[in-house]
């Protein structure tokens, strides 16, 4: 019942920014807790950063802190990814992800729901 959608993906140069956004259906943002992961082709999906809904906790990857940015906006039930400083390594497919029973930690398997994906491809 749980409906997530990513937008905002694309091309982008290194050292550049970008946002994704990841609007949901059938689950407020402000509950449980929202996060985001991303999967180069080859390799596993990897955590990049999650927040919870009670309070605001946010959580990110050591490799994306100080980078990326969190961030809700409960009017418009919206989670949002900013990226800067983008790197060519930072090219995957970013996914959205809602979970019911978030504590912390990095396993896609606290997250029970998933977006479809969108593209960010940073050239170098």
């Known amino acids: 019942q749980v409906h997530l959608v990513e937008s905002g993906g694309g091309l982008v140069q290194a050292g550049g920014s970008l946002r994704l956004s990841c609007a949901a259906s059938?689950?407020?943002?402000?509950?449980?807790?929202m996060g985001w992961f991303r999967q180069a082709p080859g390799k596993e999906r990897e955590f990049v950063t999650a927040?919870?809904?009670?309070?605001?906790?946010?959580y990110y990857a050591d490799s994306m802190k100080g980078r990326f940015t969190i961030s809700r906006d409960d009017a418009k039930n919206t989670v949002y990814l900013q990226m800067s400083v983008l790197k060519p390594e930072d090219t995957a497919v970013y996914y959205c992800?809602?979970?019911?029973?978030?504590?912390?930690?990095?396993?896609?398997?606290?997250?029970?729901?998933w977006g479809q994906g969108t593209q960010v491809t940073v050239s170098s």
């Open positions: 059938g689950r407020t943002v402000s509950s449980g807790a």
């Open positions: 927040i919870k809904g009670s309070g605001g906790r946010t």
């Open positions: 992800a809602a979970s019911t029973s978030y504590i912390g930690g990095n396993s896609p398997a606290n997250f029970d729901s």
